[in-house]
Each structure stands twice: as C-alpha cells, then as structure tokens.
C-alpha cells in the first residue's frame, strides 16, 4: 500500500470525525423549530447555549491540536534530548518511552515527540536525537510517520551539528529488512548529522539487540545504573586465566582473560559479544553488612543475603533501616550487564576477552573491569551470556579484509582474523594502535606469527605514546589511501573496533576523505563497512 495514500486517507478520515460534532449540534439547533414550518426565534437563552457549545467545541479542537503539535512546536527544555518514535503497532511508541523513563531515571532531561509531529528545523535545532522507529509490510514506514517520510526524505536536508542514535525495528523474514529504519539512516547521513553510535537494528524484538540500546543509554547519560528492560539468564562459567599484557603502561592495566562454561558448550561466533553480569568485591559487601546490621548467611530465595547483595546496588543505610532481609531483598535492584568484544571462537576451546581495568575519579576500579581483573579469583564462576552480533559478522573468505582497531579493540577483530584464518582466508590488512610498542603491542607474538605466515598481508601500527614518532591508526590511513582505495576496489569488506570517543570518528573521516562519502555510505548500506565501538 502506498504510503502517501494511506497517510491520506486517514486524515480525510479525521476531518470526517471532527465534523461530526458539528453536524450533531447543527440537527440539535435546527430540532428546535421542531413543529413550526417557519423561523421563530428561540430565545436569547437558548442561542446563548448554542454558541457556548460551538466556542466550547471549537477550543476543544484547537487544544487537541496544539496538544498534538506541541512537542515539535514548544521550545526544547535545556539540554533535554529529543526521543522521535514512528510506530505500527505500538511497541515502537512503548520502547521510545522506556527511553525516555531510563534516562530520565538516569539524570538525563528527555520529552518524547511523535515523528510525524516533527520538521527537519525541529529535529536541527533539537541538537541530539534518539529516534526509535519500526518498519512495516515490505521495507513501509509506519502509518503515522508517512508524512515525515513525504515532507523530509524526499530530499536532502540540512542538519549539520546534529547528533543521532537510531533504534530500528524489523523482521529479518522480510526482504526489507528495517526498510524504514535504514532510509531515516541514510537521509540523517546525507543530510550532515553524525551518530551518537552505531545504529541498533533490532530482529522481531530480540532482547540482546534491545539490551545494547540500553547500553548505549547508559554510556549516553553517564549512568553505571541502567536496569535492564528485559532480564535475560546467565549461564555458568569458570575464571580459567587472567594475564597481564601491559605491565608498566602509561594507559590502564590491560588483561587477557579466558573463560570456560560449566556445561561445556561453547557455542558463539566472530563478532558476537559477551555480557557479563559484575559483582561487587567481598570486601564492599562486607562493609555494607557491618554498617546495616544485616545478617549476610540469612536465606532470600536460594541466595544468601551476602550473594544476592552481591550482585545489586546496594542501598544507602538509611533507606534500609527497620527491614528484614526478605524486604531488602525484595527492594534490591540488579547490577546492569557490562559488555565485551569476544576475542576467540570456540574453536579455542576458550571464550577470550581482552578487558582494561578502568577507575573513577576516587579511584575505584570499574564495576565490571574491576570485577573481572581485580575482584575475582582465578577459578571463580562467573555469570555471562553471548549476545548474537550479526551485523559485525567476518564477509565471505574470497574477499579482503581490512581491519581497523586501537586500544582493546583489537578482541574483536582477533575474533574475525581467527574465523577467517580457520577458513583459509589470507587477504588480511590490520591498522591497529596504541600507547607504546614496548608495552602495549597486545598479543604481539601472534599477531606477529600470522605476518610472517601470510595470515596477514599487511600490519600498520601506530603508538600514540612513542617520541620519536607518535602516531594514530586515522594517520595510517592516510598515508595508505591510495592502498585502501586499491583494496576496496578489490572488493574489500573494512570492520572498525575500538574507541568510539576518539579513534572511530577519526578513522571515520580518513575513510570519507580517501573513498569519498557516498562510497563510504554505499559500503555501510552493503555491509561491506561496518563497527563495534565503544
């Protein structure tokens, strides 16, 4: 069904509705001569009570109107950032206001606004945009967003200076798969408005994909809090090893770790991400019981109060006080996941991560980092479960690959290298960069055995840290873009992982530079050009 035509047709309609009040006031006054086949006056009382109905009407239907039009129309609140949905069925509208709850629960001012009620002027002077949009039929915007996909798509805009995160809606079982979605994606980037982030498509409502939207809410507002919409389960498995790969770096301590599931399967593929479920160190929990007087061995469900303290926010003391262990159980909100590249395939034997220990300002270790380089012990269980990651996925063995990757980044395309080296694959060109080659060339050896083998073509590095010449991989690129234009007239795929705050907008820029953006665009719209940034 066109679109055009459906928007339409249910405008008609709501004008049809919108009359019909009148219509009825109408009969009503004219019932009133009911009986007389000539004009007789009612009576200054009763026209006063007709024209009080008219104006009464009539302001009903300017509020409703203003009311509609509002959210585009008001002046935005400070800082508050715009949540656009498009829905068909109505999920879209409730994820677009789950948004909207998270990050406003999370400190983030947020409104929500219809898309059809939004110009291009609008969403420019928004500034940032989270826009939640579902697509229907085959590759259809929704019913109520076919007037923006008229008025706005249709050409390119201006809405340089705006940034964007996108949650797309759809069904792989179509062969537009989240048509709508990816034309709102393409316009925003030939408009001149950059993302937050990568785009999150989501497969008839997979949790995984939803739960790394919320991760992006989570690193968008700052929050370390962000409760899951959606509870997933975590499987078992088991600390096998964690090694130091960085000892004396001017950069955080950075660990190998590998892990091993207690049922023994091992049942991932490249590209896909481990979200690992943190705990709080014994010795936090501890403190927290001495300070509240809670006994930690009291029984809550099949947990200790001690276990399931563990893994929640723990409250401050005062809020707690007068409960019992089976209330402050019931009270206690979980520890969000944190997510990792996996930096193995199961062929391993292993699931592998490459994770940098991170710290507050106070200088408390991060929440999952310190968990998993710090807190647990070696042989320790540890909760994970695998998100699929389908869109970070290696391309077929006979095309080259150029990888593209700093700090531990450089897990995920470890991943895709091994994947691809299994299926004899050879093309390979890897940029990756770092502080010091002395200290932080990460899994050196290998990389370094796969150079001499021919697993790799190529390794460009760049240490950002050495004096004599500090580079970064974006300045690699550059001095090869005559190189990475050969390539990708070869037929090269290129999957970007790393940094999001630093490395991928510049790799990003020496990309649309050296290929010019409509080929960079045409890359991401084939899946040849893709990222896992963070």
């Known amino acids: 069904m066109n679109p055009a035509v459906t928007g339409g047709g249910r405008e008609a309609l709501g004008h049809a509705l919108a009359l019909l009040p009148l219509a009825a006031l109408a009969a009503w006054l004219f019932s009133l001569q009911a009986g007389a086949m000539h004009w007789r006056d009612p009576g200054a009382e009763r026209w006063l009570e007709a024209s009080a109905s008219v104006a009464a009407w009539l302001a009903l239907l300017g509020w409703l109107r203003w009311r509609r039009r509002a959210p585009a129309d008001a002046a935005p609140l400070a800082d508050a950032l715009l949540v656009a949905y498009a829905s068909q069925t109505g999920f879209a509208a409730q994820l677009a206001q789950q948004t909207v709850d998270s990050l406003c629960a999370a400190g983030t001012p947020a409104r929500l606004a219809g898309l059809d009620t939004l110009e291009e002027a609008v969403l420019r002077k928004a500034g940032r945009v989270l826009f939640v949009v579902s697509t229907t039929g085959e590759g259809d915007a929704p019913d109520e967003a076919a007037g923006f996909e008229r008025r706005c798509l249709a050409r390119v805009g201006d809405l340089a200076g705006l940034r964007y995160g996108l949650l797309a809606l759809g069904d792989s079982d179509y062969a537009d798969y989240c048509g709508f979605g990816r034309r709102l994606r393409h316009w925003l980037a030939q408009s001149g408005a950059q993302p937050l982030f990568d785009p999150v498509e989501v497969d008839n409502g997979d949790a995984g994909a939803l739960r790394h939207w919320q991760h992006h809410l989570g690193m968008l507002s700052g929050a370390t809090g962000m409760p899951d919409w959606q509870r997933a389960p975590y499987a078992s498995w088991r600390l096998a090893e964690r090694r130091?790969?960085?000892?004396?770096?001017?950069?955080?301590?950075?660990?190998?770790?590998?892990?091993?599931?207690?049922?023994?399967?091992?049942?991932?593929?490249?590209?896909?991400?481990?979200?690992?479920?943190?705990?709080?160190?014994?010795?936090?929990?501890?403190?927290?019981?001495?300070?509240?007087?809670?006994?930690?061995?009291?029984?809550?469900?099949?947990?200790?109060?001690?276990?399931?303290?563990?893994?929640?926010?723990?409250?401050?003391?005062?809020?707690?006080?007068?409960?019992?262990?089976?209330?402050?159980?019931?009270?206690?909100?979980?520890?969000?996941?944190?997510?990792?590249?996996i930096a193995s395939v199961p062929a391993d034997g292993e699931l592998h991560l490459l994770v940098r220990r991170m710290h507050h300002e106070d200088g408390r270790p991060g929440l999952g980092s310190g968990w998993l380089t710090q807190d647990a012990e070696e042989g320790a269980p540890i909760a994970l479960r695998i998100r699929a990651n389908p869109s970070f996925r290696p391309p077929a063995a006979d095309l080259p690959l150029i990888l593209i990757g700093n700090g531990t980044g450089l897990a995920g395309l470890r991943a895709l290298l091994k994947a691809r080296i299994a299926a004899g694959a050879r093309r390979h060109w890897l940029l990756f960069g770092e502080r010091q080659p002395d200290r932080d060339f990460f899994h050196r050896d290998e990389l370094e055995c796969w150079l001499r083998e021919g697993w790799l073509e190529r390794l460009d590095l760049a240490w950002s840290r050495e004096p004599a010449a500090p580079a970064y991989v974006q300045q690699r690129l550059r001095e090869a873009a005559a190189l990475l234009w050969a390539w990708v007239d070869a037929g090269a795929a290129i999957r970007v992982c790393g940094s999001l705050a630093g490395m991928a907008p510049g790799v990003e820029e020496a990309l649309r530079d050296a290929l010019g953006a409509d080929r960079l665009e045409q890359m991401r719209v084939d899946g040849r050009y893709r990222r896992d940034v963070y």
């Open 244 to 341: 130091l790969l960085n000892p004396g770096s001017l950069g955080g301590p950075c660990f190998h770790l590998a892990l091993r599931p207690e049922d023994g399967v091992l049942a991932w593929e490249a590209g896909d991400i481990a979200e690992i479920e943190p705990r709080h160190a014994a010795e936090t929990v501890t403190r927290w019981l001495a300070a509240t007087g809670f006994d930690g061995a009291a029984r809550v469900g099949g947990d200790t109060l001690f276990e399931r303290l563990a893994r929640s926010h723990l409250p401050a003391p005062a809020d707690v006080a007068g409960l019992d262990a089976a209330r402050l159980a019931a009270r206690l909100q979980a520890l969000p996941h944190r997510e990792y590249s």
